[in-house]
């Protein structure tokens, strides 16, 4: 049974990915005094992460945040060695304590007898806000899609299209 975490609150939360566009790995990354977690991810929950976190920031009523974490703070740390593969996601938002919490469930195959281990990270709206729009620049780094099928193009710029009958598509 792989370990579960509770990180109430996070000092820094981050999605990123390694390798080269077309080769990318993802990965969720938290820390705070208690020390650093970092889960496998798939670039489509990295995407979907941020788009909720996205959502739920505009449902808010408007306060005053917290400056936005530096940059810096938004990369990997090393060494990236991920705990185990995150499954399912959610997202909660406690009105009395103005934080966002995200809850990640391992990804465990269905018929596994054992409980998945979950990590839990509790940040602010500045944190959210910050880990979602450099998760949705990191998914957007990737290579570019084609115009006809949303398939990721090739190296050379190009890809058999099934939105075109199995032909190339035309060079812009």
């Not at 670039?43 to 400056?67: C, D, F, N, S």
């Not at 957007?140 to 710029?157: E, K, N, S, T, Y």
Request: aromatic share 4%; hydrophobic share 35%.
């Amino acid at each position: 049974m792989n370990p579960s975490f509770e990180m109430d609150p996070v000092e820094r939360i981050t999605a990123g990915a390694v390798g080269e566009p077309g080769e990318r790995v993802f990965f969720v990354q938290a820390e705070n005094a208690g020390g650093q977690v970092t889960l496998l991810a798939e670039k489509e929950q990295v995407a979907a992460l941020a788009t909720a976190l996205e959502q739920i920031l505009q449902t808010l009523p408007e306060t005053e945040e917290g400056p936005p974490p530096g940059e810096e703070t938004l990369n990997l740390i090393e060494p990236v060695e991920p705990v185990w593969r995150a499954g399912s996601m959610s997202i909660e938002y406690d009105e009395t304590a103005d934080k966002i919490t995200i809850t990640i469930s391992e990804a465990v195959a269905e018929d596994a007898e054992e409980e998945p281990a979950t990590a839990r990270f509790v940040a602010s709206r500045s944190q959210v806000r910050a880990l979602s729009e450099h998760a949705g620049e990191v998914v957007a780094a990737g290579r570019p899609r084609c115009q006809f099928c949303g398939d990721p193009l090739g190296p050379d710029g190009g890809h058999v299209c099934p939105a075109m009958n199995g032909h190339r598509a035309p060079p812009e």
